[in-house]
């Protein structure tokens, strides 16, 4: 059974930068597609970066220029380095993982950006 492991949230200053990781458990991760969501109080949640597996990336376009994503194979880990942060980039960030077959989510990390 395939579960996602995220972590490097927490509250930042307005202009700062903070990197998730999700680590994914079982031996599909190099096969899958590997995403970042987010969801703020009140919204739906949002696509904010994906990255095919084979490298293939694509961001929303508030993020572009600012947030990069990136997966590690061999350590079973996507990153999400997040630079420039705004108080508009405060929510909770969920890692996503997809196959042909199916998709699962983490359980979320808090990213709180504010002075």
């Known amino acids: 059974q395939v579960q996602l492991v995220e972590s490097g949230g927490g509250l930042v200053q307005p202009g700062g930068s903070l990197r998730l990781s999700c680590a994914a458990s079982?031996?599909?991760?190099?096969?899958?597609?590997m995403g970042w969501y987010r969801q703020a109080p009140g919204k739906q949640r949002e696509l904010v970066a994906s990255?095919?597996?084979?490298?293939?990336?694509n961001y929303a376009d508030p993020v572009k220029g600012r947030f990069t994503i990136s997966r590690d194979n061999a350590k079973n880990t996507v990153y999400l380095q997040m630079n420039s942060l705004k108080p508009e980039d405060t929510a909770v960030y969920y890692c996503?993982?997809?196959?042909?077959?199916?998709?699962?989510w983490g359980q979320g990390t808090q990213v709180t950006v504010s002075s």
């Open positions: 996503s993982l997809t196959t042909i077959s199916f998709g699962i």
């Open positions: 990255i095919t597996s084979r490298g293939s990336t």
């Open positions: 079982g031996s599909i991760f190099s096969l899958s597609a």
